[in-house]
């Protein structure tokens, strides 16, 4: 991007309290800091609109047997990552459901690979599995990083569905994509350190559309994480209390049906609110298109 391109971003603009940062106390320093990721967070409530059209853009393609595509270089790129990875265990979405495009890859990524945002024959390869189920969430403070704008053009052009989040408006990932997510923030403290307010904007964001998509799938039932699997001890603990928060059953019943699921917790449910077995829960989550609350009352009416 040309010198006189980044200067017109929102991103690269000084910020209001930046002069003389340096010669301030630590206090001080992180005083600002503080506010300005607040300011960040607050900036970001024009975009609750396009995070719920976002949500149910993802939910559809888990759905219909898409794939969530995350893409994205730099910060961005760990913003992608760490909601990309944290999907299958907290809504029991299959791994093999979730992609992470991130330039430079995803090895070594503790040696900085700033030239990687910018190489389109990468991007290129590395966009070659998405289909025209997949929902494609690209992301870049600038909003025209060449990495997240090259995938976001081949998956439009293959007919997925596209999200692009940036920091900045008038952009070509704003511009360009099916679901646009503008998160104004402020200036940033250190100019053009998106790491900061803009990097918790992208996070919040990310987690947010997320965790809405899980609501939407049914795999979240009164705050619960329904549709956890139990593969460890602790989440087996947590199972266990979901199972007993919601039936109203015992430790013992709780861990009993869990077992009898295979470690599935909305399966327990249902075998502790009715079911046969395992197979008969399923048959009733199948139904309810995997809608726990629904499913517990197709029991409890017959």
Request: aromatic share 2%; hydrophobic share 45%.
């Amino acid at each position: 991007m040309a010198g006189s391109q980044i200067s017109l971003l929102q991103t690269e603009q000084p910020h209001g309290h930046a002069k003389g940062l340096d010669l301030l106390s630590g206090a001080e320093i992180l005083t600002i800091l503080h506010d300005a990721q607040i300011a960040a967070v607050e900036s970001m409530s024009a975009a609750l609109p396009a995070l719920d059209k976002g949500a149910e853009a993802m939910a559809k393609a888990i759905r219909t047997g898409g794939n969530l595509v995350y893409a994205a270089a730099g910060s961005s790129g760990l913003m992608g990552l760490a909601d990309g990875l944290e999907i299958p265990p907290t809504f029991g979405i299959p791994t093999s459901r979730i992609s992470i495009l991130r330039a430079g890859g995803l090895e070594d990524m503790a040696k900085p690979k700033g030239e990687a945002e910018d190489d389109e024959e990468a991007a290129t390869r590395d966009a070659a599995d998405i289909g025209s189920n997949d929902c494609v969430i690209c992301l870049a403070a600038s909003g025209n990083t060449v990495y997240p704008v090259t995938i976001m053009n081949i998956a439009k052009a293959r007919g997925a569905t596209t999200i692009g989040i940036s920091n900045n408006g008038n952009t070509l990932l704003i511009s360009g994509s099916d679901i646009p997510v503008f998160l104004p923030t402020p200036p940033e403290v250190i100019a053009g350190s998106t790491r900061l307010g803009a990097g918790t904007a992208q996070k919040i964001a990310l987690n947010m559309m997320s965790t809405l998509m899980g609501v939407r799938l049914g795999h979240v039932m009164d705050g619960l994480m329904v549709n956890v699997i139990a593969n460890n001890v602790k989440l087996f603990e947590r199972a266990e209390n979901i199972v007993m928060e919601i039936t109203g059953c015992d430790r013992n019943t709780a861990t009993e049906n869990l077992k009898a699921a295979n470690g599935g917790v909305k399966q327990a449910i249902l075998i502790t609110s009715g079911a046969k077995d395992l197979s008969d829960a399923m048959k009733y989550l199948d139904m309810a298109d995997q809608n726990l609350r629904s499913a517990i009352a197709n029991i409890t009416t017959g």
